[in-house]
């Protein structure tokens, strides 16, 4: 028997408002209020707001807790100060990938972790494994809720909501503020390619700083535009692009691997992985021909003989035609390179691209 969705604590407020709900990760979730293309515009030309409580948050406290947060995750833990925010990895003892997430440092003694929906349980049971008794691991997805609001309006409109500046925050650092009285931690962080700060906000508190932002201009968006905005900034997506069978290397993601700071799980594989190179890369590219390649889709070659595969394809509404990611083999990651992709029987050429096919202007 299936078990029932799961709810945020602003499910009703979506059905309220229209939202059409769709189950995603186990949760019945907002894929859409206004249509996919609104919300994406408003994103990009103005400030939207997202409920990402289905999220995990996962807390590490205690003396050793810098131990084992090196211990599981890829990246250098020891580089971050108070405030700061870092994305990671997880990573098998194979080097596959257990999960991408944002790590926040709030103590010296204290680590919250933001991992996706769908892997908050296998997270757990992964990092306990780890973890052991070297520190306190807790599970606090259910006393906070997680607001996101991005677009280029989006510090403008928090800044007039609480109680000391955002514009000085720096990309990937935190500030614990007051947004219409509620204590909020307000990090700028995201994954729209836009301006974005997302708020840990006390979940009985959600409804009320949520109206407030709503009231203050920001449109709410679903999962469907977030979807698309991602895409276009290149951001990979955990179960499409990456995965326990991809490695942070061939996603293009070997930047978050720090092999030079100790152990960690999965830092012998990873290594092997450096020493003997790629046999595939995560490519970008853009649809030239017509049609729109999903993921699913074949990457063939010459001779029509599968040799990878599309991880994520679709519109990309800012810039225009279709684009998408795609897993080929080194051989055939060349910039500008044609690709011969299979959708559904039908063939579509595209042309490799390379870094996000969006980037933000900041104002002058």
């Known amino acids: ?35 996919i293309l609104v919300e994406h515009e408003v994103v990009r030309k ?27 995750f890829t990246n250098d833990a020891s ?7 870092q994305y990671t990895m997880m990573c098998h ?23 996706n929906a769908s892997n908050v349980d296998k997270d757990l049971t992964f990092l306990r494994q780890h973890v ?10 259910g006393e906070f809720s997680l607001l996101a609001v991005a677009g280029p309006k989006a510090c403008t409109l928090l800044e007039s909501l609480s109680d000391a500046p955002l514009r000085d925050v720096p990309g990937f650092m935190s500030r614990q503020v007051a947004m219409s009285g509620v204590p909020v931690l307000a990090a700028r962080t995201g994954y729209t390619g836009e301006d974005s700060f997302e708020l840990f906000v006390p979940a009985a508190d959600s409804l009320s700083v949520w109206q407030a932002i709503t009231a203050a201009g920001a449109r709410p968006v679903g999962l469907g535009a977030r979807d698309t905005l991602r895409m276009e900034a290149r951001l990979t997506l955990y179960g499409n692009d990456i995965d326990a069978t991809t490695n942070p290397y061939e996603a293009g993601l070997g930047w978050t691997v720090k092999l030079e700071k100790g152990d960690f799980v999965g ?9 003997h190179g790629l ?23 010459e001779e029509g003989a599968v040799v990878g595969r599309v991880t994520s394809g679709g519109p990309g509404p800012t810039v225009g035609g279709a684009i998408g990611m795609a897993y080929v083999p080194v051989s055939m990651a060349k910039l500008e390179e044609p690709l011969r992709l299979l959708q559904r029987g039908k063939e579509l050429i595209a042309k ?13």
């Open 46 to 72: 103005r400030a939207g707001i997202f409920d990402v409580s289905h999220m995990g948050r996962l807390d590490f406290t205690g003396a050793q807790a810098l131990t084992a947060i090196q211990r599981v």
């Open 267 to 275: 830092r012998e594989a990873l290594r092997r992985v450096v020493q």
């Open 132 to 141: 052991g008794s070297t520190c306190q691991l807790q599970d606090r997805s």
């Open 352 to 364: 490799q691209v390379n870094g996000p096919f969006y980037r933000r202007q900041d104002p002058a």
């Open 93 to 115: 003892s194979h080097g596959g990938i257990v999960d991408d997430c944002i790590l926040y440092k709030l103590a010296d003694d204290h680590y919250r972790v933001v991992v």
């Open 279 to 301: 046999t595939r890369k995560l490519v970008g590219f853009r649809v030239s021909s017509r049609g729109i390649a999903r993921a699913g889709a074949d990457v063939i070659d």
């Open 1 to 35: 028997m299936s078990q029932p969705l799961r709810r945020t604590p602003l499910f009703e407020t979506h059905r309220k408002l229209g939202a059409r709900m769709v189950p995603f990760a186990g949760w019945d979730m907002p894929l859409q209020y206004d249509g």
């Open 79 to 85: 580089r971050l100060e108070i405030g700061g925010a």
